[in-house]
């Protein structure tokens, strides 16, 4: 499974963390970005992230910046990508079977404490279908107006 995992520089430190949780887990990570602690725009990174998603270069996204929330309105202006802020397994587990959701952003400032749980159900949940293919559908159609 392949992870595309960026962030701005408020998000710096919490990304390594993912990035070291994620492969001692056997996941194939590339890191978008940021590199550094000098200012960056989140919209930016989160774009170069949902492209390869949208793309399906790489299975999933994960996007951190402080709140979480600047990158999941970014990612979301994206054509197919479905990003969503979760903050505890049920959350990420209905994200996955329910929206299919791509992205997952999360707050830096929050602290890494239990996201690795968060990630796992994330990274490991399926998607439902049926009638929620349906409601995807719709959203799909949003895009297209």
Known sequence: MKIAVGSDHRGLEFKKQVIDMLKGKGYDV?????????????PDIAAAVSRVVADL???????ICGTGNGMCIAANKVKGIRAVICWDTFGAQRARQHNNAN????????????????????????????????RLDKIRDLELS
Do not use: K, P
């Open 30 to 42: 590339q890191d978008f970005g940021t590199f550094s602690e000098a200012a960056v725009d989140y």
């Open 57 to 63: 270069q790489f299975n999933y996204g994960i996007l």
């Open 103 to 134: 992205v997952i952003c999360l707050g830096a400032e929050r602290g890494i404490s239990g996201m690795e749980d968060v990630l796992q159900t994330f990274l490991t949940t399926q998607f439902e279908g049926g009638r929620h293919q349906r």
